[in-house]
Structure formats: structure tokens, C-alpha cells
């Protein structure tokens, strides 16, 4: 029976997706399975499950308390935090400027990342508007204005429905 502690090694693929990066892998960085909601029988010996599930970095920061103090630019410090929750997924650090010093009083790793995401200030800007976030491809450390500053991926149109488009 699933209980809700199980891993889960997830590949989604389809013909469409023929770039390696358009595919969402999961077999090396397993999830964990946290819940479950709700099962049903769809048919005879076929059941269907509503499974809750998470990465393994948020497990280990839930389990993990730092408590030690911490120097170098506030980039290296999330580097630093990474490796304590484990993380073997891409790591996406925009650098940021000056040596400091945190002083993590028993505290979570990612409540660390988001002490420096407060007040890291970027290589490249004046500004001190950074993101901490996961996407498929991995974690993500990075300014608001250097995401601002990629070109356009995709290009979205409304019209009514029924109409046709030019």
C-alpha cells in the first residue's frame, strides 16, 4: 500500500519534446511522495491515486538547522546552503557583490537564502531585487533585472472564441 513516504522517479516525454531540456527527469533527483488524498477503483485491478509530492532539498531543509556563521558575497553563501540541503540539480547563482557576514542562529538553510536574498546586491546592477526559486531545470538565485533582461521564450494572443486569427 502507498502510504505517503514513498520516492518517486518521474520521466514525462512525449514525440514532441525532442530536446533533452524539454524533458522533465526525475529518475536521478527522486521526488518524495508526502501524501496521499485519495484512491479509486477505476476498474478490476486498476486503481487510481492522488499522490502529494515534493523535491528532496525541501525535505532536508525542513531537517536541517544551521547554526554557524557565514562569510563571503552572499552568491557564495547560496552555493554554500545548497550543499547543505544536498543539491545535485543545476545551480543557477547571478554573482553578487561585496564580502559579508550572516550569522544563522539555528535556522533553516533556505531561511539563510532568503536572509541574502534580502540584501544581495548584483555584479551587474545597483539594484537589490532578487528571486530564490526551483523550475524543472534547477535552482535559481538571480535578480529581477537580469530576468528582464532575456529575450521573450514565447509570445502569448488573445481573440474571441470562434474568430479567426491573422
Keep these: 500500500p502507498i502510504i505517503g513516504q514513498e520516492y518517486l522517479k518521474l520521466k514525462i516525454k512525449t514525440p514532441t519534446l525532442t530536446d533533452e531540456d524539454q524533458i522533465i527527469d526525475y529518475t536521478e533527483n527522486v521526488l518524495i511522495v508526502n501524501s496521499l488524498d485519495g484512491r479509486k477503483d477505476i476498474s478490476d485491478k486498476v486503481q487510481a491515486y492522488i499522490l502529494h509530492f515534493t523535491t528532496s532539498e525541501l525535505v532536508i531543509n525542513q531537517r536541517t ?19 547543505e540541503v544536498n543539491c545535485k540539480k543545476r545551480i543557477y547563482v547571478e554573482p553578487t557583490s561585496g564580502n559579508k557576514r550572516i550569522v544563522a542562529p539555528n535556522i533553516r538553510p533556505f531561511d539563510v537564502i532568503k536572509m541574502a536574498m534580502k540584501q544581495s546586491i548584483s555584479n551587474f546592477t545597483t539594484k537589490s531585487n532578487y528571486l530564490f526559486f526551483e523550475t524543472l531545470k534547477g535552482y535559481h538565485f538571480r535578480s529581477v533585472q537580469s530576468m528582464y533582461a532575456q529575450p521573450s521564450t514565447q509570445t502569448y494572443t488573445t481573440f474571441v472564441s470562434g474568430s479567426s486569427v491573422d
Design 65 to 83: 538547522k544551521v547554526s554557524r556563521s557565514l562569510k563571503g558575497s552572499y552568491s557564495d553563501i547560496v552555493k554554500i546552503m545548497l550543499g
